[in-house]
């Protein structure tokens, strides 16, 4: 028997990954699955995939329900996620997949979010230094977000040894659709995103003041753009370097030495690119290094799945550390193809 676990918003895209990942997790047994406006309903109505929940039925999100699991995961949108923490006893372990307590700025939240800064909760990022102890230690722990994850790896080692300056970083990145969630939206339909590519929230991205407090930029653009595919993000971060005479090579070393024995940070080997496809079903960000001949700029590419290690994936890596269990347990390095 494994450490008895929840899923609040179970009916969306991220808690339906969620999900399948916890169904193969050799250390965790999902106790209760809710869904607000689709309580009641039976998962397999929602989530056909998930066959071996059998006749698993959708409940609402209570304390009573949720009364037999040691670690909650809340995967709800930005807003909605408080009034459910609040109903949970402090003995509760809580992983929010969502945006409330990413923020220690309750400025930068207001600025972004347009609602009262919630507070602030242990990033869940376990490569960044010093954050894998904090996470086994915390009961309660903020996901990091789906642009930030791919933005973030690429960009906080640079950073954090000297190679580039934290001023002036611009970052173009691409989306699946399922980053918008489930919600039926006009501009997600497949007529509608079929062979288009459109930029939206230019100029005022909710995850920037995250990836500021994250790598140390001090200023970032960040244009990001919906893709024609279900699922993935592919971020294209650029920097001016910070020392005369920089190389390929050493950019390369310090990535390289940041993550040589991370279990779920490749760098690729040089000449190849990251691609959305490699990472799809993954836990994996892959990562390569350029200079761009005419500027000298540092450029480093990015590729995640957005419900992997952008959402659920990463959720499943905190709560691992948060439970003592192993942290790459019912995760996978590798993606799915075709």
Request: aromatic residues 4%.
């Amino acid at each position: 028997m494994g450490v008895p676990v929840a899923v609040v918003g179970a009916s969306g895209y991220a808690g339906g990954e969620l999900l399948r990942l916890l169904a193969g997790h050799p250390g965790m047994d999902v106790v209760a699955a809710t869904a607000h406006s689709n309580a009641g309903q039976p998962l397999a109505d929602l989530h056909p995939q998930l066959v071996s929940y059998g006749d698993l039925v959708l409940s609402e999100a209570s304390p009573d329900v949720l009364a037999g699991a040691e670690l909650v995961f809340i995967a709800l949108p930005h807003g909605a996620s408080p009034a459910v923490a609040a109903e949970l006893p402090d003995r509760t372990k809580v992983v929010d997949l969502g945006a409330d307590y990413r923020l220690r700025d309750a400025e930068a939240w207001q600025r972004y979010y347009g609602v009262p800064h919630a507070g602030t909760w242990t990033y869940g990022l376990p490569e960044l230094p010093g954050h894998r102890g904090r996470i086994a230690a915390s009961h309660r722990v903020a996901n990091t977000g789906c642009y930030a994850v791919a933005i973030i790896t690429a960009l906080a080692p640079l950073i954090a040894a000297g190679l580039v300056s934290p001023h002036d970083v611009v970052v173009v990145a691409a989306s699946g659709t399922s980053g918008a969630g489930r919600v039926v939206k006009p501009h997600l339909l497949a007529a509608e995103v079929s062979s288009d590519l459109t930029p939206y929230r230019v100029g005022c991205h909710q995850h920037v003041p995250e990836i500021l407090q994250a790598t140390g930029a001090s200023t970032l653009s960040l244009t990001p753009m919906l893709a024609p595919m279900a699922r993935g993000i592919l971020a294209s971060v650029t920097a001016l370097p910070a020392t005369a005479g920089l190389t390929e090579q050493d950019v390369r070393a310090v990535l390289a030495d940041a993550y040589s024995d991370e279990p779920f940070l490749h760098l690729l080997p040089a000449g190849r690119q990251p691609r959305t496809a490699a990472t799809l079903g993954s836990n994996s960000v892959h990562l390569q290094a350029a200079l761009y001949a005419n500027s000298g700029r540092v450029i480093v590419t990015s590729a995640i799945d957005n419900l992997g290690k952008g959402a659920a994936g990463q959720a499943v890596q905190n709560a691992n550390l948060m439970l003592g269990l192993a942290e790459t347990a019912g995760l996978s390095a590798n993606g799915v193809a075709p």
